[in-house]
């Protein structure tokens, strides 16, 4: 419900095409709302990454452009592009200047599968494949096609289709990033027949950007592979580089190249040469030549001013390890994973914060005095007791309870259980001053133009400027940068000038901790550590089909619901698997580290093969097995299993013949009551069987 809140803000706000204020220097950033009707790269911008969208909108066809800066979101899909936007597309778009700032796709639907993109490390016979992402992420799956001709080490997209009741998970289709290629080159022959100049310029930038993404994953996951895993993943990178590098040099689209990110560690000046360290990786040293592109918040700048410790994403050529591009990031950022949790939780009360109108005031000249408070989202009230520890701001600034306060509204910290009073701050505008909310998306410490942004409710992120004379308080207590971190909530209390020349400035920034955040799910991919004692990372698909990923260590509490045989409670190879059940739990939305999990196993079992025979009275079929063994499940009119054909849905016992070829049944395996059955298109000459 929190997303879908999410989604129906931003659409409101774009729907009404409100402009939104900006300051001196900033060009106001417009909210549009309607259909996709043209996504085309053929222009002479292409070249610079730069595609030009058509939108239909009620008041007529507005163009602008998207860049790589451009972020995309789309409900089940994540790291979504500028090239995943298609005709048809209902979006809600951010714009400046006539570029993108941030595009949301409407699903026209119900969230029913998603896309997971990533390298094939293992297939299972001819049954299931374990795909992992650049991001460490891992899904173990049954796949109803493409396993005749998928290899371990390729780059594909698998679309995931999930059961909510019985919990399995099936890839219904696979996207090899080589036929992605082959597109791509048909293409480009076409655009060199007709000798479209401008459409060759962004089919090979195309061709320039898929090649450089595969080839990143590519070689991110064979540094990070186990020993077994890691001769297959060489062996397919070189595959990988010798394939792609034909097509560049035929299209003549640039040198092979790869991405890497991090912190960069040492530059020469000199010799023009940069370290780029990222997390967990060998660091990567580059050549940075005079035509090396470097971009800070759509702006270039010179060699001189990168920095030490500087976050950055350098795509470079693998051959020579010179870099083309270097795009400098604001800072440490949150993760995507991080921000989607933490927006969540600022929809979940916090039990030590209210915010709403003073009501009451009991401002005794003996024995406690007390504030009372109803809250403006639920209407219920709490009375606090003041102290001499109470912290009592106007505006802001530090002030007494008086008369004054009634009615006034005010957001206040206490201790949940004593109900005492820390902080208390009114909420009313003052000249020249505006609130903000949200969380901490990306800052750096040093005091600079745009060094804080801050991810607000609505999804959108805003930046300002954190000056000497910002105030920094957490949890009632003034506090200095250095105790700032991703993904503090902002309360409520913070403001800023918006009239300040470059980035707004910030002049109190109001922080809490964020609490943990719920998990519930299904565990699909579990990555062992390599050594003793390190923590296990596991790969969680939820209800809502989100990807989550965490991290099991020594101090988790694993507490077992339905205890199954042989199942041992323990973060191992023993006790951590795919299948189990994540029934609750809370994990720290920072760092991933579960905190508490309530685990159960998931009681499905399935089989492959034909129908065999059919029982309509007593609603059962029977499915036999290539190695002839069989097994009857139950089709219970009061629970009746999902049956799908290629193309067809909801089909019922009556629509099943003899003959039948059964891709995959789910059934329970203590009651054998079939939860899914997906049929083939194609059914097998079978004699001798009868139908009762």
């Known amino acids: 419900m929190a997303k879908l809140g999410i989604i129906a803000i931003i659409l409101a706000v774009t729907l009404a095409g409100q402009v939104h204020a900006a300051g001196p220097g900033q060009s106001p950033r417009i909210g549009l709302f309607g259909t996709v009707t043209e996504v085309s790269g053929n222009h002479p911008r292409a070249v610079a990454g730069e595609t030009d969208i058509t939108l239909k909108t009620e008041s007529g066809l507005v163009e602008f452009s998207a860049t790589e800066a451009t972020t995309v979101r789309m409900p089940g899909r994540d790291g979504s592009s500028v090239e995943d936007l298609a005709p048809g597309d209902h979006v809600a778009v951010l714009v400046s200047d006539g570029r993108a700032i941030s595009i949301l796709v409407k699903p026209s639907r119900p969230v029913r599968s998603r896309h997971f993109t990533g390298v094939v490390t293992s297939v299972v016979e001819d049954w299931g494949l374990t795909i992992r992402d650049g991001q460490g992420r891992q899904i173990s799956a049954t796949a109803l096609t493409g396993l005749e001709t998928i290899r371990p080490g390729e780059l594909v997209t698998a679309v995931l289709d999930q059961d909510p009741e019985s919990g399995a998970l099936l890839i219904t289709a696979l996207q090899p990033a080589l036929k992605t290629l082959g597109r791509i080159r048909a293409a480009l022959e076409q655009a060199e027949d007709s000798n479209e100049e401008s459409k060759l310029a962004a089919l090979r930038q195309r061709l320039a950007d898929h090649s450089s993404r595969h080839l990143t994953v590519l070689g991110r996951l064979s540094q990070q592979a186990s020993p077994t895993e ?36 040492s530059i020469d000046q000199d010799l023009r040469r940069i370290t780029v360290q990222p997390k967990g990786l060998p660091a990567v040293e580059v050549a940075v030549s005079r035509e090396t592109g470097i971009n800070f918040r759509g702006r270039s700048i010179g060699f001189s001013q990168l920095d030490l410790a500087s976050r950055v994403i350098v795509r470079y050529d693998l051959e020579n390890r010179s870099a083309s591009q270097i795009q400098v990031l604001p800072g440490e950022t949150l993760s995507r994973q991080s921000a989607r949790a933490l927006l969540s939780l600022l929809s979940i009360d ?16 003996t024995g406690p005095q007390r504030i009372t408070i109803q809250d403006s989202a639920t209407g219920s009230t709490v009375v606090l007791t003041l102290s001499e520890k109470s912290l009592i701001l106007g505006a802001g600034r530090p002030t007494s309870v008086g008369r004054d306060f009634l009615d006034q509204q005010v957001t206040a910290i206490f201790d949940p259980a004593s109900l005492e009073l820390a902080e208390l701050d009114t909420l009313v505008e003052t000249t020249g001053r505006k609130f903000v909310s949200g969380i901490v998306h990306s800052f750096v410490s040093k005091v600079a133009t745009g060094n804080l942004s801050i991810m607000t409710r609505e999804g959108q992120i805003q930046t300002f400027s954190r000056t000497e004379d910002t105030v920094i308080r957490r949890d009632g207590r003034q506090v200095s940068i250095n105790e700032v971190r991703l993904g503090d909530r902002v309360r409520a209390n913070s403001r800023y000038f918006p009239d300040s020349i470059g980035a707004p400035a910030l002049d109190l920034l109001s922080l809490r901790s964020p609490n943990p955040a719920p998990i519930r799910g299904i565990i699909r991919g579990v990555i062992l550590p390599r050594k003793d004692g390190q923590p296990v990372q596991v790969t969680v698909l939820t209800s809502k089909l989100e990807i989550v990923t ?24 023993d006790g951590i698997v795919d299948g189990l059940r994540i029934k609750n739990g809370f994990y720290d939305p920072i760092s991933g580290r579960a905190l508490r999990l309530f685990l159960e196993p998931t009681h499905i079992s399935q089989t492959r093969g034909e129908i065999t025979a059919i029982g309509r009275d007593d609603r059962a079929i029977t499915i036999t097995t290539r190695s002839g063994e069989t097994v009857r499940l139950m089709l219970p009119d009061s629970r009746p299993p999902k049956i799908s054909r290629r193309g067809q849905r909801g089909l019922r016992l009556q629509d099943l013949q003899v003959g039948d070829r059964v891709r995959v049944a789910i059934y329970d395996p203590s009651t054998k009551r079939a939860h899914r059955l997906v049929l083939g298109a194609e059914r097998s000459a079978i004699s001798g069987q009868a139908e009762s």
């Not at 916090?350 to 000249?365: H, K, N, Q, S, Y």
């Not at 694993?558 to 041992?568: C, E, I, M, R, T």
């Open 350 to 365: 916090d039990p030590g914060e209210i915010t709403g109108a003073v009501t009451g005031l009991d401002l005794a000249a």
């Open 230 to 265: 890691q001769a297959q993943l060489q062996q397919a990178l070189q595959a990988a580089r010798d394939t792609y590098g034909e097509s560049l040099r035929r299209f003549n689209a640039g040198p092979i190249s790869a991405q890497v990110s991090g912190l960069v560690t």
């Open 550 to 573: 965490l991290t099991i260590d020594g101090d988790t509490q694993l507490n077992q619901l339905n205890q199954a045989p042989g199942f041992k409670l323990q973060a191992g190879p």
